[in-house]
């Protein structure tokens, strides 16, 4: 079955470097088929912002925004952070909230893109998360670093 409002159980570990801008990218899909080729999923909307917002936030509410800059429907991303204070990492949890449908009869089949923006600007592919049915089968949480 289908989940217009996915919680996204894996987290993320990321070395957070207070002196540097760490620009972070998530971008969510709707799976219709078992194919890896990304343009055959639906796109649902992206947030961007930096590593540094997100931990001064801790938790956070954002819409999801299309490619042409505009609102993604009522979409909205969730993003909560925990500190690890001995060595300086932050442990991500996602979730999505209100997706647009993209399936003719059911909901959506979500999963989120996690990216990094490099040093030259362009987006690398850092994770990409299972996808989310409802109810999730076996939510996972292990942490990807």
Known sequence: MNNLNPVFAKKFVVDYHFEEVQKLKFALFDQD?????????DF???F??????I????KMTRPLILTNGKPAGKGTIMISAQEISDNRVITLS????????KDLFGKSDPYLEFYKQEEDGKWMLVHRTEVL?????????????
């Open 55 to 58: 931990v001064s936030s801790k």
């Open 94 to 101: 996602m979730a999505g909230r209100k997706l647009d449908k």
């Open 33 to 41: 088929k078992s194919s890896k080729q990304l343009y055959e999923h």
């Open 133 to 145: 049915r409802f109810p999730p089968t076996s939510p996972e949480r292990r942490a990807v670093r």
């Open 48 to 53: 961007s912002c930096t590593l540094g917002v």
């Open 44 to 46: 649902l909307g992206e």
